[in-house]
């Protein structure tokens, strides 16, 4: 069983940055793939950015790439994602989540999710 916890979520004027903190607990979370989507209202679910348990492949969503920047820490079993040059069609709540297997863009191929944090960007 894995649990994670988000924090960092906030409001932000457009073109500011925020960084999104997920801790992650569980014996073997180290070697999940962790990863971040988003939701915003009436849409479903979507990708934002994911990486590997051993840093060597990152993956994001072509409306993020060169913005956002995902990094994990597995001493401390963190994932962390950077957020610069935001937008107001990045309001959304945006979940944490793991999975043991490899990565998957769609949100029903990951196993485990946190409570969400929301994410608000003013124009």
């Known amino acids: 069983q894995v649990r994670l916890v988000e924090s960092g979520g906030g409001l932000v004027q457009a073109g500011g940055s925020l960084r999104l903190s997920c801790a992650a607990s569980?014996?073997?979370?180290?070697?999940?793939?962790l990863g971040w989507f988003r939701q915003a209202p009436g849409k479903e679910r979507q990708f934002v950015a994911a990486?590997?348990?051993?840093?060597?492949?990152?993956y994001y969503a072509n409306s993020v790439e060169g913005r956002f920047t995902i990094s994990r820490d597995n001493a401390k079993n963190t994932v962390s994602l950077q957020m610069n040059s935001l937008k107001p069609e990045d309001t959304a709540v945006y979940y944490c989540?793991?999975?043991?297997?490899?990565?998957?863009?769609?949100?029903?191929?990951?196993?485990?999710w946190g409570q969400g944090t929301q994410v608000t960007v003013s124009a």
């Open positions: 990486i590997n348990w051993s840093h060597i492949s990152t």
């Open positions: 989540a793991a999975d043991p297997r490899a990565f998957g863009s769609r949100w029903n191929q990951w196993d485990y």
């Open positions: 569980g014996s073997t979370v180290s070697r999940h793939v």
